[in-house]
């Protein structure tokens, strides 16, 4: 089965970004932060997921992240931010995965851009194959909260 991999490297208010690879293509990544894998308001553990083509009531056709430990409907689809709610940042997660090819500022917020057409491309890459979600923190992630 194909695997995929998320890296994580930075994890903040304004969310955790990392880096998709597959295929020998990159993505970048941007999920909420970690908060103790809380529904809603944190992105998921490290480990090893499976993933399959699924067709959301609010997002369409996607891929949705399967087994995650106390979690549900954890989709891959585009969005710009990531932000802790509670702290009053803008979020479009609600403990999904975004992927995007840029990062920068917006609305006074780190986010991620290029999303849509990152999806896009993403899931043209799959071609609606299950695969494996394999997410890791990198040595030199750490939270900057």
């Given at each position: 089965?194909?695997?995929?991999?998320?890296?994580?490297?930075?994890?903040?208010?304004?969310?955790?970004?990392?880096?998709?690879?597959?295929?020998g293509?990159?993505?970048?990544?941007?999920?909420?932060?970690?908060?103790?894998?809380?529904?809603?308001?944190?992105?998921?553990?490290?480990?090893?997921?499976?993933?399959?083509?699924?067709?959301?009531?609010?997002?369409?056709?996607?891929?949705?992240v399967?087994?995650?430990?106390?979690?549900?409907?954890i989709?891959?689809?585009?969005?710009?931010?990531?932000?802790?709610?509670?702290?009053?940042?803008?979020?479009?997660l609600?403990?999904?995965?975004?992927?995007?090819?840029?990062?920068?500022?917006?609305?006074?917020?780190?986010?991620?851009?290029?999303?849509?057409?990152?999806?896009?491309?993403?899931?043209?890459?799959?071609n609606?194959?299950?695969?494996?979600?394999?997410?890791?923190?990198?040595?030199?992630?750490?939270?900057?909260?």
């Amino acid at each position: 089965m194909l695997r995929v991999y998320l890296i994580r490297y930075i994890d903040s208010n304004a969310g955790s970004e990392g880096i998709v690879t597959i295929e020998g293509e990159t993505f970048l990544s941007l999920e909420l932060p970690w908060r103790d894998n809380l529904s809603s308001y944190s992105c998921i553990p490290t480990g090893i997921y499976l993933c399959k083509w699924w067709k959301s009531p609010s997002k369409g056709f996607c891929y949705r992240v399967y087994d995650v430990p106390g979690r549900d409907y954890i989709l891959i689809h585009s969005a710009t931010f990531a932000g802790d709610r509670k702290k009053g940042l803008l979020s479009d997660l609600r403990g999904c995965i975004a992927l995007g090819k840029s990062r920068g500022t917006y609305k006074g917020q780190r986010g991620i851009f290029i999303s849509r057409p990152s999806i896009i491309r993403f899931n043209s890459i799959l071609n609606k194959q299950d695969f494996l979600l394999e997410i890791t923190n990198a040595g030199n992630y750490s939270s900057t909260s």
